[in-house]
């Protein structure tokens, strides 16, 4: 991040703090304090808000990586790695030709995707269960949305259940563009059993898959495995996985896209 330390915003701070905390699993206040450039005080309120979002573990004196046993609403979620979001929307958006059917899950960063493929000149047609892709979609007159049925989750802003899984399994479409709460060498996994379902019936009634995530996903393991790295076709981020996780996908044969900053 090219911005002098102690000038940092508080979102531009806690997007430091999670990367800091990340990057060595667990850090002290007083280093995260020399880091940035601000007083011990200050990070300790950041570290409570990011605590109460779910993102962190707060330990005396510092943090650690929180474990995948709760996940932020997705307003929460919406709050960080904006920025690598929006590459990651751009760039899968790319990759979507014209004239395809796309099943698109709900998730911070399918929304993303959603909102970067919906300004593009193209004729898609859009089966989702999330009520914001159907909406920022629905805003380009040469797309078809389906949107599905179901029972409203306010926290995923989505609509999720049995009714959901049935009807996806109506259609047919050429992607599946889905999100997770965690990547590893096993694959996807997520925090939400019913959006997990979800996810696998629309990879069933698609011929390939697309995953976006964001590097924080990366490494670690949630609730409930959606499938095997070898079920996706193509892996799109913001930044490149680690040694072991990046060997594992490429044995499995998804191709992966890096979209770095600049």
């Not at 950041?46 to 650690?64: C, K």
């Not at 965690?182 to 019936?201: I, L, Q, Y």
């Amino acid at each position: 991040m090219n911005i002098e330390p102690g000038r940092l915003t508080k979102k531009e701070r806690h997007e430091l703090i999670l990367s800091e905390v990340r990057r060595s699993a667990s850090i002290r206040v007083s280093k995260l304090a020399r880091r940035i450039g601000v007083a011990g005080e200050t990070i300790r309120r950041d570290l409570i808000e990011l605590g109460e979002a779910g993102l962190i573990n707060r330990t005396y004196g510092g943090a650690t990586i929180s474990l995948m046993t709760s996940e932020p609403a997705i307003t929460e979620r919406g709050l960080t790695m904006i920025e690598e979001r929006a590459r990651i929307g751009r760039g899968a958006a790319g990759l979507i030709e014209n004239g395809r059917i796309v099943m698109i899950d709900g998730g911070s960063t399918t929304y993303e995707v959603a909102r970067s493929f919906s300004q593009l000149r193209r004729d898609l047609t859009v089966i989702t269960n999330s009520i914001g892709i159907a909406s920022v979609a629905g805003a380009n007159p040469s797309f078809r949305v389906i949107l599905c049925p179901g029972t409203y989750d306010h926290r995923e802003a989505s609509v999720l259940g049995e009714d959901t899984v049935e009807f996806v399994r109506r259609y047919n479409a050429d992607v599946a563009i889905i999100g997770a709460s965690a990547v590893n060498a096993e694959g996807p996994s997520d925090m939400v059993s019913g959006a997990a379902a979800v996810k696998r019936a629309m990879m069933a009634r698609s011929l390939s898959t697309m995953l976006v995530v964001t590097n924080d996903k990366f490494g670690r393991n949630s609730l409930e495995r959606v499938c095997a790295l070898s079920e996706i076709s193509d892996l799109v981020t913001d930044s490149e996985p680690a040694a072991e996780l990046r060997a594992a996908i490429d044995e499995a044969g998804a191709e992966l896209h890096v979209f770095t900053a600049g």
